[in-house]
């Protein structure tokens, strides 16, 4: 339904609007919609990134399970095309953050951070899935990323399954990139 409603009376889901993401289950009114505190706990248990580092940033869903985050705050709703960016995908099994999400925050990570050789991060960057059957981490959604300049960059998210690594990185994001 577009009027907000689940057709019953009860809040529902607008696509046509930002909602701000509720604090807490709490305080939670449109089922299935994710609180600011299970995404922050998502950022920290998957990756290792400090919930510190959204603070001041607010979090909203449009559409079913896009969630966007603003460096700021305004009223809820907005009816707007955008509010700051897609940083995740939720009411789907398993979240998917969003590859400008990890190539913003990504290098704050800890954990789930495939590091790649500079072929495999050509390939990757490319939208090539590969067999890597030495990564021993956590499966599903990770952070791949590649040594630069002595630090660590993320290049995207990949979803590492069976020993693949597949590339989630959208068309627009793909790069043909000399070897690095």
Not at 34 to 63: Q, S
Not at 67 to 84: C, H, K, N, Y
Not at 131 to 142: I, S, V
């Amino acid at each position: 339904m577009t009027d907000g409603s689940d057709g019953e009376g009860a809040p529902g889901n607008d696509g046509s609007q930002f909602d701000r993401l509720p604090a807490t289950a709490a305080e939670r009114e449109v089922e299935g919609r994710a609180t600011r505190a299970e995404v922050l706990d998502w950022w920290e248990e998957r990756f290792g990134i400090e919930p510190e580092t959204f603070a001041g940033h607010t979090f909203w869903e449009k559409g079913k399970g896009k969630i966007w985050v603003f460096a700021d705050d305004l009223p809820s709703p907005q009816e707007r095309e955008g509010v700051g960016m897609t940083v995740l995908r939720t009411r789907q099994e398993h979240w998917k953050p969003t590859t400008t999400a990890v190539r913003k925050w990504g290098h704050l990570a800890t954990r789930n951070v495939i590091e790649l050789s500079p072929g495999q991060a050509t390939a990757f960057a490319a939208g090539h899935d590969q067999d890597l059957t030495e990564w021993d981490g956590d499966w599903g959604y990770l952070i791949a990323a590649h040594e630069l300049a002595g630090g660590q960059v993320p290049i995207g998210v990949g979803l590492y399954l069976y020993d693949e690594l597949r590339s989630v990185v959208p068309k627009g994001y793909q790069e043909e990139l000399p070897e690095l």
